[in-house]
């Protein structure tokens, strides 16, 4: 039928994914914390919280998650099992821009 890219729709999963980070992004704004202050706190590099908001990164969860006094499993349905285990490898769709491809990054 119609191609996403033509009526400008976004996926279920693209869909699904901003509305996680909206959730996350609230719960930080409701704490009074910033992503730029749990780097600090947590002794991470700068903008790993911010990338873990929105791309798998295990430091950057779990910082994330201690500052709101929680568990990042209930934070990321989409990076953990119902168990809490987390998912590896974490599906594609986790990504912002997609994971590359074996062959595509050879092409590259």
Same mark, same amino acid.
């Given at each position: 039928m119609?191609?996403?890219t @033509?009526?400008?729709? %976004?996926?279920?999963?693209e869909?699904?994914r !901003?509305d996680?980070?909206?959730? @996350?992004?609230?719960k !930080? %704004?409701v704490?009074k914390?910033?992503l730029?202050? %749990?780097?600090e706190?947590y002794g991470l590099?700068?903008?790993?919280?911010?990338?873990?908001?929105h $791309?798998?990164?295990?430091?950057? $969860?779990?910082a @994330?998650a201690?500052a !709101?006094n929680?568990?990042p499993e209930l !934070?990321?349905?989409?990076? +953990?099992f119902a168990?809490g285990?987390r998912r590896t490898?974490?599906?594609? $769709?986790? +990504?912002r821009?997609?994971r590359?491809?074996?062959?595509?990054r $050879?092409a590259?």
């Open positions: 119609h191609s996403d @033509i009526t400008g729709k %976004i996926s279920r999963a869909r699904k !901003l996680e980070v909206s959730r @996350i992004k609230s !930080l %704004i704490a914390l910033t730029a202050k %749990i780097d706190v590099p700068a903008g790993t919280a911010g990338n873990a908001v $791309e798998p990164h295990l430091a950057g $969860e779990r @994330i201690a !709101l929680t568990r !934070l990321w349905f989409s990076r +953990y168990d285990t490898p974490q599906p594609s $769709e986790n +990504y821009h997609g590359r491809t074996a062959t595509a $050879e590259a």
